[in-house]
């Protein structure tokens, strides 16, 4: 099994772009914090989050293969299957089959919203408040790329409101802020 320092090398080097890798590294952030909410194994969630986009500069113009590629880098590297598990289900709902699996939708869209908003702050992350990232939340000009419904239907998916959500994910993404300039 890998630990945090070599999965991080390992992300690294598959990421052409630093945006790819800055976004993989906050989704690792924002699972740290959810697995601490849910008392689960936060190593595991780390890996999930970290690894979820992992073939993003390679597969950018073949959707299909966005994942799957993925996968099959973890499993030869022999990732536990749990965590290639929830990597194929942020693109594959059929693999949504565990609430770590659930949690990656609602973790990569919701760290999408909090790197845009910290990249207009001076002060980055720091000091964020729940309040502005829901007031961001609803502007849809502000980072349109980032899906809306997938942090509103939180609740339904892993049952937590909105606000945790964003509470969480702003303690995440403060953890793991340094690796990542925010
Ligand atoms: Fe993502």
Redesign the pocket.
């Known amino acids: 099994m890998m630990d945090i320092v070599e999965a991080r090398a390992f992300a690294r080097s598959k990421c052409d772009k630093d945006t790819t890798y800055r976004?993989l590294v906050s989704?690792e952030g924002v699972m740290r914090a959810l697995s601490r909410r849910f008392e689960e194994d936060e190593e595991t969630w780390a890996l999930a989050g970290l690894f979820?986009?992992l073939d993003q500069d390679i597969t950018d113009s073949d959707p299909d293969r966005h994942a799957t590629l993925a996968a099959e880098w973890l499993r030869a590297e022999g990732v536990k299957e749990v965590v290639v598990n929830a990597v194929l289900a942020?693109n594959f709902p059929e693999y949504r089959t565990d609430r770590m699996a659930r949690a990656i939708v609602p973790a990569?869209a919701v760290a999408g919203l909090l790197v845009a908003a910290a990249l207009v702050r001076p002060e980055k992350s720091v000091g964020m408040k729940v309040s502005s990232v829901r007031k961001k939340l609803k502007e849809k000009a502000f980072a349109p790329g980032v899906n809306r419904d997938e942090i509103n239907e939180v609740e339904d998916s892993i049952g937590i409101s909105v606000e945790d959500l964003i509470a969480l994910g702003i303690e995440g993404l403060q953890q793991v802020a340094s690796e990542i300039d925010l």
Do not use: I, R, Y
Request: charged share 35%; glycine share 0%; aromatic share 0%.
């Open positions: 976004h989704v979820h986009d942020h990569d």
